[in-house]
């Protein structure tokens, strides 16, 4: 009987069960969880953002699945989950983005951005004939600076329940409890960007050790230069700078 009853509350998303749970939501968190990871960390000169592409057959080209995303000069959106449904997160995102230079004459805030879009995921948690995203966000950016003054850098997630998050370092995504150890243990307050970056790809080849360059995608939004990506080739380097890293650790414990 009570297997019947937990049916009958998987079929909408606008239902509370007994216990105060909406499975639904429960479930597309579970499709995030199931996805490759997304890394941001907070640095004292910008955010960095990596994300992880999972393809589906050695054929397909890695470059073609899009995890990471430019939603303003000064605000970078990550993604784990669905890939359709995060593209429909950052297309929404990006019509926000700009219907605020437009309305205002002024570039959004990176909070303010966060909350419309936390606002309308919520939105698919409470109508009936929709189902929630099947998809989280990471969304970092630069707050503020006017007048000479620089602004600040600062980053949040968005889950499926529409419930935003600030972080200082945070993963969404397969992997947490290992790539969150790392961040938790790596990250400080005068972190610098390339000490940010670094511990963006410490954490995820503690996920992956075997991790390639071109399935990463990593960008970083700093107050002076904005919006900026890196190149494969320039994730290699850095690969292979943290594998002699960990060789030369290996070899000082031999001894």
């Not at 998987?10 to 749970?21: I, M, V």
């Amino acid at each position: 009987m009570r297997g019947n009853d937990q049916q009958a509350y998987d079929r909408g998303t606008s239902l509370f069960s007994p216990d105060g749970r909406i499975y639904q939501v429960e479930y597309a968190r579970e499709a995030v969880s199931r996805g490759a990871p997304s890394v941001g960390v907070r640095t004292e000169e910008g955010v960095v953002l990596a994300a992880q592409a999972q393809a589906s057959s050695e054929l397909m080209e890695s470059e073609s699945i899009e995890k990471i995303h430019k939603l303003d000069d000064h605000i970078g959106g990550a993604s784990a989950g669905h890939v359709a449904d995060a593209r429909q997160l950052i297309d929404f995102a990006r019509q926000m983005a700009q219907s605020n230079h437009l309305r205002y004459g002024e570039a959004i805030g990176v909070e303010t951005l966060t909350k419309y879009i936390t606002d309308h995921i919520q939105e698919n948690t409470q109508m009936g004939g929709t189902r929630p995203y099947g998809a989280a966000l990471l969304i970092g950016g630069i707050e503020g600076g006017v007048e000479g003054e620089k602004g600040t850098p600062r980053l949040f997630s968005a889950d499926p329940s529409g419930t935003p998050h600030e972080w200082k370092a945070t993963i969404i995504g397969g992997g947490r409890e290992e790539i969150q150890g790392v961040l938790e243990d790596g990250w400080s307050d005068d972190l610098s960007l390339d000490e940010g970056l670094n511990l963006v790809l410490r954490s995820l080849r503690e996920h992956e050790e075997e991790i390639e360059a071109d399935s990463l995608s990593v960008v970083s939004i700093t107050i002076d230069d904005g919006y900026e990506t890196y190149e494969t080739e320039e994730i290699a380097e850095l690969l292979g700078a943290l594998e002699d890293e960990a060789d030369d650790e290996a070899d000082d414990s031999e001894e």
